[in-house]
Every structure is written in C-alpha cells, then in structure tokens.
C-alpha cells in the first residue's frame, strides 16, 4: 500500500472512532441538571462524588498543598492557572468564574465519566481531543487544587 493510502485509512478509522466515542446519545445523568452544554455552566455540578461544596475564604494552607499536588501531577497537560495558555488541556486562568466547584473537583476525580456524560465536558474533550488523565486524587486532594484555582483567580 503506498503512503497516501495508508495515511487515509488511518485518517478514516481515527474519524469513525472519534465518532463512536463522542456521538453515542447518552443523555446527560447524575447530579448534572444542564441538558445541554449552552446551558448556564454555573449551574452545572457535574458527574460524580462530589455534590455540594462550601467555599469561603480562600485557604491559603490548603491552597499551599493544591499547588504542589497540582505542579506533580497537572502541569504535563496543563499551565498554571495564572497563565491564559492551553496546552494539551485547557487553560485553567478563571476556571473558578467558569466553573462551579463540584463541576471543577468532579471534572478532576471522575475525568471519564464527565467526558461521557456531562455536555461541558464533552465539548472539552471534542476541542482538545486528549482524554484527561485519572490522576486517582482523592477527595480532599481535589479540595486543595480547587483551592488552588480560587487562590490564582482572586488574583
């Protein structure tokens, strides 16, 4: 098979599956109440364990250990959230203007099944292509990058 070929083939296939992940008809389920992703996002919780967080003000400890946890495991597909640049991920600059906190530590926890189901997050995955990667945070570990992203946004 000469080159040209090959390259449309593996263009064909790389399409169809596209198609199959993201097209599958799945209505939005769980503690998301938007129907669609043109719906107010701050309104929209997410997919996952994550139901209700109070915030107040910042967490300047906790925030301390979002950084870190959010340097080690983040900034391979991620800038800093003070910097307006996309790398393989979106940026995170305004995320908590953007965002609701359970929609924010959902999104980090259950990166799955918010690509499955939740229609932000499927559009996220349709612009940026890359899956992102279950980092196995835990609850509270989410808590600290959430507090993190309030700390760079209140600046």
Same mark, same amino acid.
């Given at each position: #098979?000469?080159?040209?070929? +090959?390259?449309? @083939? !593996? !263009? ?5 599956l596209?198609?199959? &992940?993201?097209? =599958? ?7 998301? &109440? ?10 929209d +919780? ?6 209700? !967080?109070? @915030? ?16 080690? +495991?983040? /900034?391979?597909?991620?800038? /800093?959230?003070?910097?307006?640049i996309k790398? *393989?991920?979106?940026?995170? +600059?305004? @995320?908590?203007?953007?965002? &609701?906190?359970?929609?924010? #530590?959902?999104? *980090?926890?259950?990166? =799955?099944? #918010? /690509?499955?189901k ?13 899956? #992102? ?18 700390? =760079?946004?209140?600046?």
């Amino acid at each position: #098979m000469n080159t040209i070929l +090959k390259i449309t @083939v !593996v !263009v064909i296939i790389a399409a169809i599956l596209f198609s199959i &992940t993201n097209c =599958s008809g799945d209505k939005p389920s769980g503690n998301n &109440t938007n129907e669609t992703a043109d719906a107010n996002p701050m309104n929209d +919780k997410g997919i996952g364990p994550v139901t209700s !967080v109070t @915030v107040g003000t910042i967490d300047n400890t906790l925030a301390d250990k979002g950084k870190e946890i959010f340097a080690a +495991k983040c /900034t391979p597909c991620h800038n /800093t959230p003070d910097m307006d640049i996309k790398k *393989i991920g979106p940026s995170l +600059k305004g @995320v908590t203007k953007r965002r &609701t906190p359970e929609w924010i #530590m959902n999104q *980090i926890l259950n990166p =799955s099944e #918010m /690509t499955q189901k939740d229609p932000i997050a499927k559009d996220l995955l349709a612009k940026y292509i890359a899956q #992102m990667a279950n980092q196995n945070l835990t609850q509270d570990d989410a808590r600290s990058v959430l507090e993190y992203f309030r700390q =760079s946004d209140s600046k």
